[in-house]
C-alpha cells in the first residue's frame, strides 16, 4: 500500500473540456495544453481522454514531449511552444509536430529539412503582441515575413500570440494586444501569407474574451479544473481533476509544552492529539504550510503543526476524536462535505494553482479513476 498516492479524476477533465467547449462556437476548435506533464495530471492519459472528446490539436513545451505522445498513438496534431531544436526538425515534419517558429534562422534549417523530405514543413508563427516573453515583435513582424517569402517549404498553418493579463478584471490591456494581434493578421494577408488557425487564448481568454477565439483556443488550467484567477467577468463551473492522498501512520497523545518538528517552531499549548501524515515537500506540499495549512480527517480540517518536512508533515486532530491510523487523508481535494483546493493552497504560500499541480504531479504513484469506457489509462 503506498504511504501517499495522486489521484486523477478522468470524469472531472472531461466536465472541464466540455466547459470549454460550451464556451465557442463550431468554427473554433481547442487546441489542449498538456505541456509539463498536462500540469501533472499525467500527459497521455490526459491527451487519451482529450482526443477522445475532441481536442483538435495539443500544445507542449518541449520536443520530447510532443515525441511521447506519438509513442502512445496520440495522433492529432502537437504544438510545440517553445520552438524546436536542428536535431529534432526531421522528426518534427514526419510526425506532424509542428514547432513554434520566431526566428528566421530556424525557418531556414526547417526549410532545409523540408526540401530534402520533398514536403513542406507546418509552422505556427509566435508573435508578441505585449507579453514580451516570446515571439516576432510587432515592429519586426513586416521584416520577418519578407524573410519567410523565401522558403517554399515551409506552410504557416498558425498564427499565435499570448495574452499577459486575460485573468484579470481589467481587459483593457487585453484589448491593446488582441488589436495589436489583428494588425499582424493583416500583415500576414498583405504579405499573402496564408494561414488556417489564428489562435491566442488562454483558459482566462476562453472565459472572458470571446473576440480573442479566432479558429483556436488555448486552454490550460481551466481543464484540469482551476480557475485562471478570481477576477474573470465569466468563471465557469470546473471540477478539480486531481487530488493528493495519504494514509495517517501513527496517532499519539503528547504533553503541554511539547515540541513539534524541525526548529521546534510549535509547542503543544495544552494536551493534544497528533497525527502523523507521510507526505511532505518531496510530495509537492510546500514548506511554506509550515504552521498554516491543513489537511482532510474523516471530513473535518487538521491543521498542520510544526514545519512541514520532506516527507512527513504532523497535524492536529485534538479536535477530531475518532482519527485512527490507517485513516485516509486527504492533502488536497474532498472529503466528505469539505475541499482543499489548489488555490487554497497556493495562496498560503504566495503562488498560484499550476505551480501545486506540477508539483504535486511530480508523484509517481497515480492513480487515473473514471476513465472514459474503452480507454485504458
Ligand atoms: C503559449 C501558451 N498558451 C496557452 C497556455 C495555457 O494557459 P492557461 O493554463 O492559463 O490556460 C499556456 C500556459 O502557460 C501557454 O504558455
Request: hydrophobic content about 40%.
Amino acid at each position: 500500500m503506498a504511504l501517499n498516492w495522486v489521484e486523477i479524476d478522468l470524469a472531472a477533465l472531461r466536465h472541464n473540456f466540455q466547459q470549454a467547449k460550451d464556451r465557442i462556437s463550431k468554427d473554433t476548435a481547442i487546441l489542449a495544453v498538456v505541456k509539463s506533464d498536462a500540469y501533472g495530471h499525467g500527459m497521455v492519459p490526459v491527451a487519451r481522454e482529450l482526443a477522445a472528446m475532441g481536442a483538435r490539436f495539443f500544445g507542449v513545451s518541449k520536443f520530447w514531449e510532443a515525441m511521447a505522445l506519438r509513442d502512445a498513438h496520440i495522433t492529432q496534431p502537437i504544438l510545440v511552444l517553445v520552438g524546436i531544436e536542428a536535431q529534432d526538425c526531421e522528426d518534427a515534419i514526419r510526425l506532424g509536430i509542428r514547432p513554434a517558429l520566431y526566428r528566421l534562422d530556424h525557418a531556414q534549417r526547417l526549410n532545409d529539412t523540408a526540401r530534402k523530405l520533398q514536403t513542406r514543413a507546418k509552422v505556427h508563427v509566435k508573435v508578441d503582441t505585449g507579453m514580451g516573453r516570446l515571439g516576432v515583435p510587432l515592429s519586426e513582424l513586416e521584416s520577418f515575413l519578407k524573410g519567410l517569402g523565401g522558403f517554399e517549404h515551409l506552410e504557416v498553418e498558425g498564427v499565435f500570440s499570448h495574452f499577459a493579463t486575460a485573468d484579470e478584471r481589467d481587459k483593457h490591456y487585453s484589448a491593446l494586444q488582441m488589436e495589436r494581434f489583428s494588425r499582424a493578421l493583416d500583415l500576414f494577408r498583405r504579405h499573402r501569407v496564408p494561414f488556417t488557425y489564428a489562435h491566442m487564448a488562454n483558459s482566462a481568454g476562453t472565459l472572458d474574451l470571446p473576440g480573442a477565439h479566432h479558429q483556436l483556443v488555448r486552454p490550460g488550467i481551466m481543464l484540469y479544473g482551476s480557475p485562471p484567477s478570481h477576477e474573470l467577468h465569466h468563471p465557469a463551473h470546473l471540477k478539480p481533476v486531481m487530488s493528493l492522498k495519504a494514509r495517517v501512520v501513527q496517532v499519539k497523545q503528547v504533553p503541554q509544552g511539547h515540541p513539534i518538528g524541525y526548529g521546534r517552531t510549535f509547542t503543544a499549548p495544552q494536551d493534544m492529539r497528533l497525527a502523523t501524515v507521510p507526505v511532505g515537500y518531496d510530495d509537492g506540499l510546500p514548506r511554506l504550510l509550515s504552521n498554516k495549512g491543513s489537511v482532510l480527517i474523516r471530513g473535518q480540517r487538521a491543521p498542520i503543526v510544526g514545519r512541514v518536512s520532506m516527507n512527513m508533515i504532523t497535524v492536529d486532530v485534538s479536535a477530531i476524536a475518532e482519527v485512527r491510523e490507517d485513516d485516509e487523508v486527504v492533502v488536497l481535494g474532498s472529503q466528505g462535505s469539505e475541499r482543499i483546493t489548489a488555490d487554497e493552497i497556493a495562496a498560503l504560500c504566495g503562488t498560484i494553482s499550476y505551480e501545486i499541480y506540477c508539483n504535486v504531479g511530480k508523484n509517481p504513484q497515480r492513480l487515473f479513476v473514471n476513465a472514459s469506457a474503452g480507454l485504458a489509462s
